[in-house]
């Protein structure tokens, strides 16, 4: 199997950030994102306190963009994650009046002791087993009635997946394996949680979608590969990629947005 790449700052500088500006493809995404989010809540609550839980709350990215973007209300997240340093991190970016308390737990494993207004999972999900019917449950049996559960998962319809999808067994000898949000959404029908559907398109704007560097950084970022290795190892896959995006002439990111809300069966 292959190695998954050094995750750190210094690796990621340079091998990535010198030719893509991955943090501002990022940043766009999440405001992209965080305003069809807000919209949803906005609409859903009248009161303005929200008492809400971020699974997968990672470094907080997403509540921030929220709380930006969602002036009439106050949201408070407890705060879920494995990761002890991602809960860390989560405490250095959110600020006090925002947070309500760490929970460290995988959603999988998470025993729910309360209900909230609001549960949030933006690309949290990527390794849920959605098979289990009880990790796809706790979603409705988390939320309040009258509350609301956004999850946000990359969709097949993005390039992004359809790549790594069409790449990965011979990149990784593995069949690909990441949760996506159809299959998600499928899990949900599955187990009679109800709900509806979104698709939110983010465009990835390189500054060349013909330059080698900028499509072989792309490339290892999307196959979680070390773009040095590209040429001897993974060579004729990624021949394959860049013509196909040259072609194509633009790369697109499209989430699907789950949205459940207990009240309507
Ligand atoms: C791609 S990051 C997204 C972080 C954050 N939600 C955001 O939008 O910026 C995924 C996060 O989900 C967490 N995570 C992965 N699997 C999880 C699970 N089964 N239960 C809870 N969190 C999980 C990871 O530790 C990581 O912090």
Redesign the pocket.
């Known amino acids: 199997m292959v190695k998954m790449v050094d995750r750190s700052e210094k690796f990621y500088q340079e091998q990535y950030s010198q030719y893509a500006d991955f943090e501002k493809i990022i940043q766009d995404e999440?405001e992209i994102i965080g305003r069809v989010l807000a919209a949803k809540i906005a609409a859903r609550f009248s009161s303005t306190r929200i008492v809400a839980l971020?699974?997968?709350?990672?470094?907080?990215?997403?509540p921030k963009t929220l709380f930006r973007l969602s002036k009439d209300h106050q949201i408070i997240f407890d705060y879920?994650?494995?990761?002890a340093s991602?809960l860390r991190m989560y405490e250095d970016s959110v600020s006090p009046e925002c947070r309500g308390i760490p929970i460290q737990?995988?959603?999988?494993s998470y025993e729910p002791d309360k209900q909230y207004d609001l549960v949030l999972?933006?690309?949290?999900?990527?390794?849920?087993d959605c098979s289990d019917e009880g990790t796809i449950r706790k979603i409705s049996a988390i939320t309040k009635k009258k509350g609301l559960s956004l999850i946000v998962l990359p969709s097949q319809r993005g390039d992004w997946v359809q790549y790594a999808q069409k790449y990965w067994k011979s990149v990784h000898q593995t069949p690909f394996s990441k949760t996506i949000f159809e299959d998600f959404a499928q899990a949900l029908a599955e187990y009679s949680v109800q709900h509806t559907e979104d698709f939110v398109e983010a465009p990835v704007t390189l500054p060349s979608i013909d330059d080698e560097h900028i499509l072989s950084t792309v490339f290892a970022v999307m196959m979680y590969v070390n773009r040095t290795e590209i040429p001897k190892r993974w060579n004729d896959a990624y021949v394959d990629f860049s013509r196909s995006v040259r072609k194509q002439g633009k790369l697109k990111f499209v989430y699907g947005i789950a949205e459940c809300r207990p009240d309507e069966k």
């Open positions: 999440y971020d699974v997968g709350a990672g470094t907080g990215r997403m879920m994650d494995p990761v991602a737990s995988d959603w999988a999972a933006n690309n949290s999900f990527c390794g849920i």
